[in-house]
């Protein structure tokens, strides 16, 4: 007997494709990306001559990158409306949250390949172009996947939901999640396809050596930063459609929050080690947003399926890093202060030995 006379028949309402609005004029768009590309101009120009990067630098820098996004979200409230300019800064949060998460790869990146410190923030320039032009082909495929099929809003929730859960099993296992280096396809496919040189030729990719065209280690380095680049594509493009349909708000936050990514480094390497349980938190904003997602494409086919209004959305995301940012440094400095008392616990020990070692030559 067929399946189908014993189970009662089904059919489940099938929404017409979803028109995504947008706030994106052709102006809006070729003004941003001219910026975009104007600010990558000066990247370069900054980072020609190979130096380290001083504190001040990498503060100013940074006060600049946040100011832009910051009044560029002034304009978006102004003329289009509180809404729009409520999923404007709570995408850019998210994309900024992740980003952070990148720049823990990274760290492990440039010690793995022994970078020298000058020459750092090249590597990072050309991670964040690779970003950006990736997370560029994502946003407009995601948009036109969203426009033709309402199911992508459920794949989309359910990535986010699994990368969620990885990310927390790693954090509870304290898995390092840091790429192996050695065993990265694209690494080894460079170096059988050309030959590399041992010491680093400033910023240059690549070299003659004996009259044969070589890579430079910083060549393998890039190519293994767009590498994770392409990873952190897939997990933050999906978390920005959850807070905004919008294509071009999509575009503009990841953008936003890559272009600071250079200075941002230099400022949190020290404080990179502190964040330990920054994962913990990236993990529940992705479940978060997963979730989200899920209900808005139950809603589209059960309008009496409640959703998340984005301001809701926006209160749980800085409740979240306020909370992970508290308990990471309140487990920093219960660490500190540990390691203090060992210290001081072996010092005492030491001494104590001293002592005992000098007391019989003293009866002698």
Same mark, same amino acid.
């Given at each position: ?334 660490? !500190?202060? #540990? +390691? @203090? =008392? *060992? &210290? $001081? /616990? %072996?010092? !005492?020990? #030491? +001494? @104590? =030995? *001293? &002592? $005992? /070692? %000098?007391?019989?030559?003293?009866? @002698?």
């Amino acid at each position: 007997m067929p399946l189908s006379a014993v189970l009662p028949s089904v059919s489940l309402p099938s929404p017409a494709p979803l028109a995504l609005d947008t706030i994106g004029t052709p102006t809006l768009w070729a003004v941003t990306i001219g910026a975009v590309i104007a600010l990558l101009a000066v990247d370069f120009v900054v980072t020609r001559r190979p130096h380290e990067v001083s504190m001040k630098e990498a503060l100013a820098w940074s006060a600049f990158y946040v100011a832009l996004p910051l009044s560029f979200g002034v304009w978006v409230w102004t003329q289009h409306g509180s809404g729009t300019g409520v999923e404007y800064y709570t995408g850019y949060l998210v994309e900024k949250s992740l980003s952070v998460d990148n720049l823990f790869v990274f760290l492990l990146l440039l010690a793995a390949f022994a970078v020298p410190r000058e020459l750092q923030q090249r590597v990072l320039l050309y991670g964040i172009i690779g970003a950006l032009v990736l997370r560029g082909i994502f946003i407009a495929l995601g948009a036109a996947a969203l426009s033709a099929f309402d199911v992508v809003f459920l794949l989309f929730g359910l990535v986010l939901l699994v990368t969620g859960v990885k990310l927390l099993r790693d954090a509870v296992r304290g898995h390092d999640a840091g790429p192996d280096v050695a065993n990265m396809r694209v690494v080894r496919l460079l170096r059988r396809w050309r030959p590399v040189t041992d010491d680093y030729h400033g910023p240059r990719l690549t070299v003659t050596q004996n009259g044969v065209r070589a890579l430079t280690p910083l060549a393998i380095v890039v190519a293994a930063v767009f590498v994770t680049d392409l990873v952190f594509a897939i997990d933050s493009v999906p978390a920005v459609y959850g807070i905004t349909g919008d294509p071009y708000l999509v575009f503009a936050t990841n953008a936003f929050a890559l272009l600071g990514l250079r200075a941002l480094y230099f400022v949190l390497e020290g404080a990179l080690s502190k964040l330990s349980h920054l994962a913990f938190g990236l993990a529940a904003i992705l479940g978060f947003i997963g979730v989200k997602l899920v209900l808005h494409w139950a809603h589209l086919v059960w309008p009496s399926v409640p959703e998340i209004p984005t301001l809701a959305s926006l209160g749980v995301i800085v409740a979240i890093l306020a909370a992970t940012t508290a308990t990471s440094l309140v487990a920093a400095r219960r660490t !500190e202060v #540990a +390691e @203090a =008392a *060992e &210290a $001081a /616990e %072996a010092a !005492e020990a #030491a +001494e @104590a =030995a *001293e &002592a $005992a /070692e %000098a007391q019989p030559s003293r009866l @002698a």
